[in-house]
């Protein structure tokens, strides 16, 4: 099984600043890589897939890059609703796919 | 516009079976796509269940496939989840969810959740 890990755990940024956050997989998932944003009580809102192909809806400021084992998820100007903890998500050769522990990007 | 709904038990017995429905409007089943659960336990990460065809083909994770049965009922325009020997680590919020792509695991359309407690 692949393993998802995400850096850092917390991230503290002020509104209007950029964020990102690290995605590393334990081997090779190609550019076999999703990204999901979670409020609190909610489900999961798709951000990002193909590592960098964003889901339908999702605002130009959030970006994904990398392949291989290592990825990132930018949020270029950080707005109030972008508060969240956000996974990334492997599919390569699933089954299984396997999601990372979150990082909480929250308030600076 | 695709709506997903999980409904079931919000308590279960442990050593009993976990039993839930995803029911699906705006979107028949039959047209394809690999429909899944997902869960997460209370204040954790997600984890993949195991996803479905209306054909009835399935994919399961590997460490609940030996507890885990995803059906498919096509004519009530459903699927459903059972996962037996239930222990407390099982209690979490349960989603449905349908991908993006037909047979992806990345999922776009998300039910609302449904929080299983398992506790005698």
């Known amino acids: 099984e692949i393993v998802m890990t995400q850096s850092p755990a917390t991230l503290s940024v002020s509104p209007g600043e950029r964020a990102t956050l690290s995605c590393r997989a334990s081997q090779s998932v190609s550019s076999n890589l999703a990204w999901y944003q979670q409020k609190p009580g909610q489900a999961p809102r798709l951000l990002i897939y193909?590592?960098?192909t964003r889901a339908t809806g999702i605002p130009a400021r959030f970006s994904g890059s990398g392949s291989g084992t290592e990825f990132t998820l930018t949020i270029s100007s950080l707005q109030s609703e972008d508060f969240a903890v956000y996974y990334c998500?492997?599919?390569?050769?699933?089954?299984?796919?396997?999601f990372g522990q979150g990082t909480k990007l929250e308030i600076k | 516009q695709v709506q997903l709904q999980e409904s079931g038990p919000g308590l279960v017995k442990p050593s009993e079976t976990l039993s839930l429905t995803c029911a699906v409007s705006g979107y028949s089943i039959s047209s394809g796509y690999y429909w899944g659960w997902i869960r997460q336990p209370p204040g954790k990460g997600l984890e993949w269940i195991g996803s479905i065809y209306h054909s009835g083909s399935t994919y399961y994770n590997p460490s609940l496939k030996s507890r885990v049965t995803i059906s498919v009922d096509t004519s009530k325009n459903q699927f459903s989840l059972k996962l037996s020997s239930v222990t407390a680590a099982d209690t979490a919020v349960y989603y449905c969810?349908?991908?993006?792509?037909?047979?992806?695991?990345?999922?776009?359309?998300w039910g609302q959740g449904t929080l299983v407690t398992v506790s005698s």
């Open positions: 998500q492997q599919y390569n050769n699933w089954p299984p796919c396997t």
């Open positions: 969810a349908r991908p993006t792509a037909m047979v992806t695991p990345f999922f776009d359309y």
């Open positions: 193909g590592a960098s």
